[in-house]
């Protein structure tokens, strides 16, 4: 067993990896040598590379980029042609909070994360009735329990109000 960490299946990546270390470099620059290739940048450039812009997040959706785009403008929003749009950070369909430029770069961008990870989880905590559960969800569960059943069709409210309360987050 050797006393340093597995960075590549291939035993000669492997090898080289572990001489270098023996002959004093350090992990970071080893790893270079074995592997043969730079560590990853952390540029604004790199993160937003591959991400695309509106068109090209929306392509073969365009009926979809024509309603967000039109709700942004509704609220005084003019998206731009190299933004993207990020549902994890809008409140809402075509929320401007949603759109996030290039030029914002990726400290902004992680911002605006943290800022909804932290609204979701206040919002979370302060709410009595627990998370809310989805309209399909109930739907099905309900339907399955009258398909199985179908004497409980005329109970449907009451079957509703069960599978909320059983799946509910009891308040604290």
Not at 76 to 99: H, L, Q, R
Not at 112 to 138: T, V
Not at 157 to 163: G, R, V, W, Y
């Amino acid at each position: 067993m050797s006393r340093y960490p597995q960075i590549s299946p291939d035993p000669a990546v492997q090898a080289h990896y572990e001489t270098c270390r023996r002959n004093g470099c350090n992990d970071n620059l080893a790893k270079i040598l074995a592997l043969r290739q730079p560590p990853a940048t952390r540029t604004d450039r790199e993160f937003f590379r591959g991400v695309g812009t509106l068109a090209d997040q929306f392509s073969g959706a365009e009926d979809q980029l024509d309603e967000v785009v039109r709700r942004a403008r509704a609220r005084g929003y003019e998206p731009g042609v190299n933004d993207f749009y990020s549902e994890a950070v809008a409140d809402d369909i075509g929320d401007p909070k949603g759109f996030i430029r290039p030029t914002d770069g990726r400290q902004e961008t992680q911002r605006r994360y943290d800022q909804r990870m932290l609204e979701m989880a206040a919002a979370a905590q302060s709410s009595d009735a627990g998370p809310p559960i989805a309209r399909e969800i109930i739907d099905r569960e309900v339907g399955q329990q009258i398909a199985r059943d179908p004497g409980l069709a005329t109970k449907r409210t009451q079957i509703e109000e069960d599978f909320i309360n059983r799946h509910a987050v009891p308040s604290a």
